[in-house]
């Protein structure tokens, strides 16, 4: 029921700025808590940042503050994670995730990816000269 739409792969140079979009159909609390994650070859799914649909409450990964945020669209049913100031290193997949429950709730494994139900396709980042 529940599915995850994500915007296509993006191509750019560095020091660019993307937008990449989620839209979460047949939510509701099972999608209480929307997410990110990037997965770079060879390397291990890493939260990236977060974002509560019902009380607004934003993450960002600690490493990622000042160039990363995620932000909430009036349509109520989409958000989209804002990069600035690109880095090579910041080439991935990218993913958006959904799960139930209040994000940074007492218990809440938000940044493990494991505890996420569900997961959109993926959206390529290439960050290259």
């Known amino acids: 029921q529940v599915r995850l739409f994500q915007s296509e792969a993006e191509l750019v140079q560095p020091g660019s700025s993307v937008r990449l979009g989620c839209t979460v159909g047949?939510?509701?609390?099972?999608?209480?808590?929307l997410a990110w994650f990037r997965q770079a070859p060879g390397q291990e799914r890493e939260f990236v940042a977060a974002l509560d649909s019902f009380t607004g409450r934003t993450v960002i990964l600690d490493s990622e503050k000042g160039r990363f945020r995620i932000h909430k669209n009036e349509d109520k049913i989409s958000h989209y994670l804002e990069m600035n100031n690109l880095k090579p290193e910041d080439t991935a997949v990218y993913y958006c995730a959904a799960k139930g429950g209040a994000l940074g709730a007492p218990g809440d494994d938000y940044e493990n990816w494991k505890a996420y139900l569900y997961w959109g396709p993926g959206t390529q980042v290439t960050v290259s000269s």
């Open positions: 047949g939510g509701g609390w099972a999608t209480d808590t």
